[in-house]
């Protein structure tokens, strides 16, 4: 039977991002559809009526939302490449590190980009402690999952590919070597991934649409 | 084989605790429970949960897992017996976003409606709106599991009781039975059932608890 894989996302989000990555590590062939999340289609509203966000993966007719619910299906259905480690244990540490990422690290790295004065340096503060999580479970690792690129690195795979635009955005370093060693080179690692590199936004497009994106919030607050 | 070790770190009114207790009774694993003696917590506790401080948190054989949802996905898959999620990976992602739909949208609602201090109603409303949707994961089966309880019964179930307790101390309306007749009948099912039953603390004990929570959240004097 012909499979049907189809990605609604757009080129700018690090949660379709995730998703691309892992689709392409287990060289799953996809149509990717670019949403225009200002104008939703009727197709993201028909595959996901209750969120009505991207990413979606529709897999021939079934659709899935929320990027680490979509790549544990991902990791489920195409078992080459495993995402996921093997024994319960190393797995759910990777689940934790993926919520990580979403409950703590992402909410703290966005105060650092669109806060001011005092509360920007409150907001790096909480960066700076989530970050030292992250330098300690590297700890005698090249990368979250060991060896290669897993789960968990997918998940907080956006730092190593955003951080750089936020930096350069706000003129500020938000995760200095000398502070986070073991973080700045998994960072540097992942991006030199062969299918992370290729998958990358485009740098000068992606800067603008995020700076466009501050300057919004900031002018809105 | 050497002996195995299973500790839950809970606290009697947590729901989240009370979840990871559901799947260990239901997989029939025993452990040690130890009580945490919240808001103080033990260096224990620290030092299993450094990153989030918070139970529930189960120990295996010495080492630490916290946040109840991924818990249960380890217990589900660290024995065997009695698979809580499904086989089929559709059906695993389906369980897997309602219980994150539960988890970001309408617990946080319903936390909105009881904290709040005038505005409570407005949030119920919102919380009402939310809970409803869960109807759709139960497609006329008696459990969101099928014939049986599984993943994405424990992880919304305790809304049964909780929610009850935020409509008497808040007095909004969550689960409405005219409006929300599949969700009212799942729970009346679900909380029926031995050995979640079992588990369930005090209604009065929990209700004078939340009292106390209540009157420090929304500064009443009385």
């Keep these: 039977m012909a499979e049907e894989v189809k990605l609604l996302m757009t080129w700018s989000s690090p949660f379709a991002l995730r998703v691309v990555w892992a689709l392409k590590l287990k060289g799953v062939q996809f149509d990717s559809i670019e949403e225009d999340l200002s104008n939703k289609s009727p197709l993201l509203l028909q595959y996901n009526p209750v969120h009505k966000k991207i990413p979606v993966l529709v897999h021939n007719g079934k659709p899935i939302s929320e990027s680490l619910v979509i790549l544990e299906y991902v990791d489920e259905t195409w078992r080459q490449y495993p995402l996921l480690p093997d024994g319960p244990y190393d797995r759910a540490r990777a689940r934790f590190w993926a919520k990580f990422s979403d409950d703590k690290v992402s909410p703290s790295m966005w105060g650092v980009f669109i806060k001011q004065g005092k509360e920007r340096e409150e907001a790096f503060d909480q960066v700076f402690e989530n970050l030292k999580f992250l330098e300690e479970e590297l700890k005698g690792k090249k990368f979250f999952g060991g060896e290669k690129i897993g789960f968990a690195d997918l998940a907080l795979g956006w730092i190593a590919e955003r951080v750089c635009v936020l930096e350069e955005i706000i003129g500020v370093k938000i995760v200095e070597e000398e502070k986070f060693p073991l973080v700045s080179a998994w960072m540097q690692e992942f991006v030199k991934v062969p299918i992370i590199k290729e998958s990358l936004p485009p740098h000068e497009k992606l800067v603008t649409k995020i700076r466009g994106i501050r300057e919004k919030f900031i002018g809105a607050a | ?222």
């Design chain 2, 1 to 222: 084989m050497a002996e195995e070790s299973v500790k839950l770190l809970g606290y009697w009114a947590s729901p989240f605790a009370l979840r990871v207790k559901w799947a260990l009774k239901l997989k029939g694993v025993h452990y040690e429970y130890v009580e945490e003696n919240l808001p103080n917590k033990s260096p224990l506790l620290l030092r299993y949960n450094p990153v989030y401080k918070k139970i529930p948190v189960l120990v295996h054989n010495g080492k630490p897992l916290a946040e109840s949802l991924l818990i249960i996905e380890y217990i589900d898959e660290a024995w065997k017996q009695n698979p809580l999620l499904p086989d089929d990976p559709y059906e695993r992602a389906n369980a897997r976003l309602w219980a994150k739909f539960f988890d970001e949208k309408c617990v946080p609602e319903v936390m909105g409606a009881f904290a709040s201090k005038g505005e409570e109603q407005e949030k119920a409303a919102k919380a009402r709106e939310n809970l409803k949707m869960l109807e759709r994961a139960l497609e006329g089966k008696p459990f969101f599991g099928g014939d049986k309880i599984g993943f994405l019964d424990i992880a919304v179930g305790w809304i049964g009781i909780w929610g009850r307790i935020v409509e008497e101390i808040a007095g909004v309306s969550l689960i409405d039975a005219e409006t929300m007749p599949l969700l009212t009948a799942w729970l009346n099912n679900f909380l029926e059932v031995p050995v979640i039953k079992a588990c369930i603390p005090s209604w009065h004990e929990l209700l004078e608890h939340n009292k106390g929570f209540h009157k420090i959240l929304t500064g009443s004097s009385t």
